[in-house]
């Protein structure tokens, strides 16, 4: 129900945009993001957006390069990733925070990944 786009392989310095879309049957998000996890490495935050103030996080490593940005009438999410290191090397995941019924009770949605692969 999460559908990301555009991982690949890029030289160090290079350029990503990464795209997220959610699904016609998720609807009312409190926020998306993306997280990523590189081999023998947990799961770490990259950016978070909310959608009603478009508020952001960003992990330490990601400031000043990566550009997260929403699009709530399409209920989509990007990344823009500048300035590419090896170390940003992972599989990266979209995530979307949903509201439920009930309040303050929320569902969460991941991707399957797109793989980012930085070469030196």
């Known amino acids: 129900q999460l559908v990301e786009a555009g991982g690949g392989l890029v030289q160090a310095g290079g350029s990503l945009r990464l795209s997220c879309a959610a699904s016609a049957g998720i609807f009312n998000i409190k926020l998306m993001g993306w997280y990523r996890q590189a081999p023998g490495k947990r799961r770490e935050l990259v950016a978070t957006?909310?959608?009603?103030?478009?508020?952001?996080v960003y992990a330490e490593s990601a400031k000043g390069r990566f550009t997260i940005s929403r699009d709530n009438a399409k209920n989509t999410i990007n990344l823009q990733m500048n300035s590419l290191k090896p170390e940003d090397t992972a599989v990266y995941y979209c995530?979307?925070?949903?509201?439920?019924?009930?309040?303050?009770?929320?569902?969460?949605?991941w991707g399957q990944g797109t793989q980012v692969t930085v070469s030196k």
């Open positions: 957006i909310t959608f009603g103030g478009g508020n952001t």
């Open positions: 995530y979307a925070n949903v509201r439920t019924v009930q309040p303050e009770v929320f569902d969460n949605y």
